[in-house]
């Protein structure tokens, strides 16, 4: 079993930033990929971002490539998400996923262990 906690999520103004923090706890391990999801109220969750627990390989979705950046520190079994340029399109909330398999990054049926989710509001 893997744990994963959020932080970091809050009310910000478009055009602002925020960086989110996921921790991990349990079974680090058997970690293979951390990923980033989101979901806005009526849509599906869809997938913002993702990194390799080893290597360098990150992925992102479109809509927040150049704005988005994941990163890890696996010392500290914590993967972050710094968000700049935000837009009230970006409202949602915001998951951590674990899998712990090579797999595809964007498919949230992939990943084996979720976090509780933190809520990101961009409005002015």
């Known amino acids: 079993q893997v744990q994963l906690v959020e932080s970091g999520g809050g009310l910000v103004q478009p055009g602002g930033s925020l960086r989110l923090s996921c921790t991990a706890s349990?079974?680090?391990?058997?970690?293979?990929?951390m990923g980033w999801f989101r979901q806005a109220p009526g849509k599906e969750r869809e997938f913002a971002a993702a990194?390799?627990?080893?290597?360098?390989?990150?992925y992102y979705a479109d809509s927040v490539k150049g704005r988005f950046t994941i990163s890890r520190d696996n010392a500290k079994n914590t993967v972050y998400l710094q968000m700049n340029s935000l837009k009230p399109e970006d409202t949602a909330v915001y998951y951590c996923?674990?899998?712990?398999?090579?797999?595809?990054?964007?498919?949230?049926?992939?990943?084996?262990?979720w976090g509780q989710g933190t809520q990101v509001t961009v409005s002015s």
């Open positions: 349990g079974r680090t391990s058997t970690m293979n990929t």
């Open positions: 990194i390799r627990w080893s290597g360098t390989s990150t």
């Open positions: 996923a674990v899998s712990q398999r090579v797999t595809v990054v964007t498919i949230p049926s992939k990943y084996d262990y």
